[in-house]
């Protein structure tokens, strides 16, 4: 496939913005159903989210090795046998009989959406001509989060009227619709690249990552820590320790790392990758407290909140192209350092809220939250993807899918931990557990989250804004 195209290919591009939409929806439709899976399943809340917790260990320890994998071999075939996975395990999650049976399919359904996200990025960004980055990952930032924002109702609805069972079978016409792009797209000529020997495939390094990032993502997750227990997540955490050594050691003399860790000395590449992380982590916090604040310290219902929350989606979906656009004429350090600030002021709004504040205060941090994320996601994405050399661009991709994942779940943790610590010393009980009974000390408590989180804000600013550079240029690594 030709890494430069004279002129968009709107094939290619429509098939990755299917790709994020089928990802982004598959992901929230399942969270929506999971009570109603454990009753019918005749399991409990914390087996049924083993379902969920598998999913998303494939996505963080499978989409930096499959990105890697497309780099050297083609990411086109990943891409649409991604596609066949996910179909294929919608029927089978339908056909679920147990909850076990469930998990497996599900790790088989998250193998195929990290296939997915390993390519989405970088085959929308070789969809369109050289310079326009910024507005092929606008595209894909609305795919996704279009796909977040119908998951939700859509799940409740079909469950609701139909099925539990109908929420898998209902993605299987997307999936298939991705399968009949991927090979549409297919049988289009493509410009064939000059011939080259492809690089060796680092498997010592790939088992080492995938080892790394599931032990890591067992240690940042509160319900597989409370599995372990206390003794085992110690072992868990001393066996990450010397593997995380051993796995450096070994990309620093391996001919054609997994991860080459030379590709960190890119200025743009690694402070954009902080700022994602840091800003990822944050939302993380706000989206696993906020909840809790609105339904049982305001007493608002679910649906209603489910309303305010809808503010984040729909303002990224709207501001994602605009920002791409701007990303493309000035470069993404103004429009990322942009979404920043306003991320930054809906946590400033969070640390003044209180027991009876009114519902606007948090519909406008969900607001300001997706203004954040649509100014944001798009150019610091793009900055990522097109600052390394073009043959790693599919590793950049996957690094992008791998950070949100371990984000997601660094941001759960952390702010549990903030929350209980401030708790504790609000009620002055020690063993205290964070509780809106207490609706004082855990909106206090709370407050202390959001405080701590613009303090790493300030740091994801002072990041975004060194990352340099008024146009993203792809780098050449020094031989």
Same mark, same amino acid.
């Given at each position: ?35 109603t ?9 914390? *087996? ?11 996505g ?5 090795v499959?990105g ?22 919608f029927?089978?999650c339908?056909l679920a @009989? ?17 296939? +997915? ?28 989060? *279009?796909?977040?924002?119908i ?15 109908w !929420?898998?079978?209902?993605?299987? @016409? ?14 289009? =000529? ?19 990552? !995938? ?26 955490f ?26 960190? *000395? +890119?200025?743009?590449?690694?402070f ?13 916090v ?45 470069? =993404?350090?103004? =429009? ?8 930054? *002021? ?15 205060? =948090? ?42 994942g ?19 010393y ?7 557990? @964070?509780?809106?009974? /207490? @609706? ?17 804000l ?7 804004f ?6 993203? /240029? ?6």
């Amino acid at each position: 496939m030709s890494a430069v195209t004279a002129r968009t290919d709107r094939l290619l591009l429509a098939n990755a913005i299917m790709g994020q939409f089928l990802t982004g929806a598959a992901t929230r439709i399942f969270i929506v159903a999971l009570p109603t899976l454990a009753v019918a399943l005749d399991t409990d809340i914390i *087996s049924i989210s083993w379902a969920l917790i598998v999913y998303q260990l494939a996505g963080i320890s499978l989409s930096v090795v499959f990105g890697r994998l497309g780099d050297i071999h083609g990411r086109y075939a990943i891409y649409g046998l991604g596609f066949a996975i996910m179909t294929v395990s919608f029927v089978l999650c339908g056909l679920a @009989p147990n909850a076990f049976a469930l998990i497996v399919f599900r790790l088989v359904q998250g193998l195929g959406a990290a296939m +997915i996200a390993s390519a989405t990025r970088v085959l929308a960004m070789e969809a369109v001509p050289e310079g326009s980055e910024g507005r092929a990952n606008g595209y894909m930032t609305m795919g996704f989060h *279009s796909g977040l924002l119908i998951g939700p109702p859509l799940g409740g609805l079909v469950i609701d009227l139909l099925d539990w069972r109908w !929420i898998f079978f209902l993605m299987v @016409p997307m999936g298939v619709a991705g399968v009949a792009l991927t090979v549409l797209r297919a049988r289009k =000529p493509r410009a064939s690249a000059p011939a080259r020997r492809a690089p060796s495939i680092d498997y010592l390094g790939a088992a080492l990552l !995938i080892a790394l990032t599931v032990m890591l993502t067992l240690l940042l997750d509160r319900r597989s820590v409370e599995t372990l227990g206390a003794e085992r997540t110690t072992a868990v955490f001393v066996v990450f320790g010397a593997t995380l050594v051993g796995f450096l050691a070994h990309e620093r003399r391996a001919v054609s790392p997994v991860v080459n860790l030379a590709l960190f *000395s +890119i200025r743009m590449f690694t402070f954009s990758v902080l700022s994602l992380l840091l800003i990822a982590t944050t939302i993380s916090v706000m989206s696993f407290l906020m909840p809790f604040y609105i339904q049982d310290v305001l007493g608002y219902s679910a649906s209603f909140m489910g309303l305010i929350f809808l503010a984040a989606p729909v303002f990224t979906i709207g501001l994602a192209a605009v920002s791409g656009r701007l990303t493309d004429r000035i470069g =993404p350090r103004i =429009p990322a350092s942009i979404g920043v600030l306003a991320t930054m *002021s809906a946590f400033a709004i969070g640390v003044a809220l209180r027991v009876d504040s009114h519902w606007i205060l =948090p519909t406008l941090m969900m607001a300001l939250l997706g203004v954040g994320s649509g100014f944001f996601n798009t150019p610091n994405q793009a900055a990522i993807i097109g600052s390394v050399p073009r043959e790693y661009r599919g590793f950049a991709t996957g690094m992008v899918q791998t950070v949100f994942g371990i984000s997601a779940l660094l941001g759960i943790s952390l702010g549990g931990a903030l929350l209980t610590l401030a708790f504790r010393y609000y009620t002055g009980v020690a063993g205290a557990t @964070p509780s809106a009974g /207490e @609706p004082r000390a855990f909106v206090a408590s709370m407050n202390v989250a959001y405080l701590a989180c613009l303090a790493l804000l300030v740091i994801a600013f002072l990041s975004s804004f060194l990352r340099g550079g008024t146009k993203i /240029e792809a780098a050449s690594l020094p031989t």
